[in-house]
C-alpha cells in the first residue's frame, strides 16, 4: 500500500520545510530542538541509539549535556505529540503509522529510477512536484546537510528519468515539466538541458528545441565561458 | 567572548564529459548559519575553487576579528 494513501494521524515532513501534523493541525509552536529531533528520526528508517542521537544533534556538547538536551527536546513534546516517537531505555525511532513524506519521496524516486516497479500514479503531477523540492533547504547541522545533498542527488536523477519515460509515454508537457525542475534544480547540468531539447525534438518542435539549446549556450558561456559539449551540439546539428 | 560564529561552504561538483573544460564545482556559502546562504556560484577551474574558498575563510576570519 502507497503510505501516502493510508491515513495518520501523525505526520512528520521534512521536504520543503519541516512540519509536524497531528491529525492534519500543524503543531506551530514547537521548540527547534524537538523539531531536529523529529526530522532526524524521520529520516532513519530505524531506531536510533540515544547515544548516535544526542551526539549526532547536540555535536559540540559534551556527552552529558548532550543527553540533557536530547531529553529537554523530548519533554518539551505535550503528551500527545510524544506519542509520536517510540521511546526505550537504549534506543528512539518515530512511532509505527507516522507518515513522513521524505519515506514516501524515496521510494517514489527509487520506483521511476527502476523501470517496472512503479506504482499506478507515479507517473503524475505528484510525482514532479515531489522530485521538485529541497530537504530542509535552511538547515545547516551536518547531519541535515548530508541528507539534503543525498536527496538533490537522487530526485535529479529521478527527474531525469522521469522526462524519459513521459517522453516515451508521449506524454511531452508533463516531460518538459519534469526536465524543466531538473534544470531550475541545477542550471548548469547538461544532462538536463539535453533532456529538455530531446523532449522537444520528440514532439517535433524544432524551434523550442533550437531556443533550449540558445537558452543553454548563453547561460554557459555568461557563466563559466564555456560552449556546450559535442554531445548535446549533435542533438541540434540536423536542424540549425 | 567573541561571539561564536560559524560558516558553511558546500561544494557540489561533477564532471561534463566532453567539456574542453570537465570540472563544475556549485559552491554554497554563508560565514554565519545564522543567516541564510549568502552566494551561490558555479565554478569550471580548479584555481578558481581554490580561490573561493581561501576568500570565504578570509571572510570567515574577517567577521571572528570584528568587534
Same mark, same amino acid.
Given at each position: 500500500m502507497n503510505p501516502r494513501n493510508a491515513v495518520s494521524d501523525l505526520e512528520v515532513s521534512v521536504l520543503g520545510s519541516f512540519s509536524f501534523l497531528v491529525h492534519g493541525e500543524?503543531?506551530?509552536? %514547537?521548540p527547534h530542538g524537538s523539531q531536529r529531533l523529529l526530522a532526524f528520526l524521520a529520516l532513519r528508517d530505524r531506531a536510533v541509539a540515544r547515544t548516535a542521537l544526542a551526539g549526532t544533534l547536540w555535536? @559540540?556538547?559534551?556527552e552529558e549535556h548532550a543527553h540533557a538536551s536530547l531529553r529537554s527536546a523530548l519533554s518539551r513534546l505535550s503528551d500527545i505529540d510524544r506519542s509520536v516517537v517510540r521511546i526505550t531505555l537504549q534506543e528512539l525511532a518515530l512511532a509505527d503509522g507516522v507518515f513522513v513524506d521524505i519515506r514516501d519521496a524515496r521510494l517514489l524516486a527509487h520506483r521511476i529510477l527502476n523501470p517496472?516497479? @512503479?506504482?499506478?500514479?507515479? %507517473?503524475?503531477?505528484r510525482a514532479i512536484s515531489t522530485l521538485s523540492v529541497d530537504l530542509l533547504p535552511d538547515w545547516y547541522d551536518d547531519w541535515a546537510v548530508a541528507e539534503a545533498e543525498e536527496w538533490r542527488q537522487l530526485r535529479l536523477h529521478a527527474l531525469d528519468a522521469l522526462a524519459e519515460r513521459l517522453t516515451a509515454n508521449g506524454r511531452y508537457a508533463d516531460a518538459c515539466s519534469a526536465a524543466l525542475a531538473a534544470v531550475k534544480a541545477e542550471p548548469l547540468r547538461e544532462t538536463a538541458h539535453a533532456a529538455l531539447i530531446q523532449i522537444y525534438l520528440a514532439e517535433g518542435n524544432r524551434a523550442e528545441a533550437l531556443a533550449a539549446y540558445e537558452h543553454y549556450r548563453e547561460l554557459l558561456s555568461s557563466e563559466l565561458g564555456l560552449e556546450p559539449t559535442s554531445l548535446i551540439q549533435a542533438l541540434i546539428e540536423d536542424i540549425q | 567572548m567573541a561571539l561564536n560564529h560559524t560558516g558553511l561552504m558546500i561544494i557540489r561538483t561533477w564532471i561534463e564529459q566532453g567539456s574542453s573544460k570537465p570540472l563544475r564545482a556549485r559552491i554554497r556559502l554563508t560565514r554565519d548559519i545564522g543567516t541564510a546562504f549568502e552566494s551561490e556560484v558555479t565554478l569550471a577551474d580548479v584555481p578558481q575553487v581554490s580561490a573561493a574558498v581561501e576568500s570565504w575563510l578570509q571572510d570567515v576570519i574577517l567577521d571572528g576579528e570584528a568587534p
Amino acid at each position: 500500500m502507497n503510505p501516502r494513501n493510508a491515513v495518520s494521524d501523525l505526520e512528520v515532513s521534512v521536504l520543503g520545510s519541516f512540519s509536524f501534523l497531528v491529525h492534519g493541525e500543524p503543531r506551530r509552536d %514547537l521548540p527547534h530542538g524537538s523539531q531536529r529531533l523529529l526530522a532526524f528520526l524521520a529520516l532513519r528508517d530505524r531506531a536510533v541509539a540515544r547515544t548516535a542521537l544526542a551526539g549526532t544533534l547536540w555535536p @559540540e556538547a559534551s556527552e552529558e549535556h548532550a543527553h540533557a538536551s536530547l531529553r529537554s527536546a523530548l519533554s518539551r513534546l505535550s503528551d500527545i505529540d510524544r506519542s509520536v516517537v517510540r521511546i526505550t531505555l537504549q534506543e528512539l525511532a518515530l512511532a509505527d503509522g507516522v507518515f513522513v513524506d521524505i519515506r514516501d519521496a524515496r521510494l517514489l524516486a527509487h520506483r521511476i529510477l527502476n523501470p517496472g516497479t @512503479e506504482d499506478k500514479g507515479d %507517473l503524475d503531477d505528484r510525482a514532479i512536484s515531489t522530485l521538485s523540492v529541497d530537504l530542509l533547504p535552511d538547515w545547516y547541522d551536518d547531519w541535515a546537510v548530508a541528507e539534503a545533498e543525498e536527496w538533490r542527488q537522487l530526485r535529479l536523477h529521478a527527474l531525469d528519468a522521469l522526462a524519459e519515460r513521459l517522453t516515451a509515454n508521449g506524454r511531452y508537457a508533463d516531460a518538459c515539466s519534469a526536465a524543466l525542475a531538473a534544470v531550475k534544480a541545477e542550471p548548469l547540468r547538461e544532462t538536463a538541458h539535453a533532456a529538455l531539447i530531446q523532449i522537444y525534438l520528440a514532439e517535433g518542435n524544432r524551434a523550442e528545441a533550437l531556443a533550449a539549446y540558445e537558452h543553454y549556450r548563453e547561460l554557459l558561456s555568461s557563466e563559466l565561458g564555456l560552449e556546450p559539449t559535442s554531445l548535446i551540439q549533435a542533438l541540434i546539428e540536423d536542424i540549425q | 567572548m567573541a561571539l561564536n560564529h560559524t560558516g558553511l561552504m558546500i561544494i557540489r561538483t561533477w564532471i561534463e564529459q566532453g567539456s574542453s573544460k570537465p570540472l563544475r564545482a556549485r559552491i554554497r556559502l554563508t560565514r554565519d548559519i545564522g543567516t541564510a546562504f549568502e552566494s551561490e556560484v558555479t565554478l569550471a577551474d580548479v584555481p578558481q575553487v581554490s580561490a573561493a574558498v581561501e576568500s570565504w575563510l578570509q571572510d570567515v576570519i574577517l567577521d571572528g576579528e570584528a568587534p
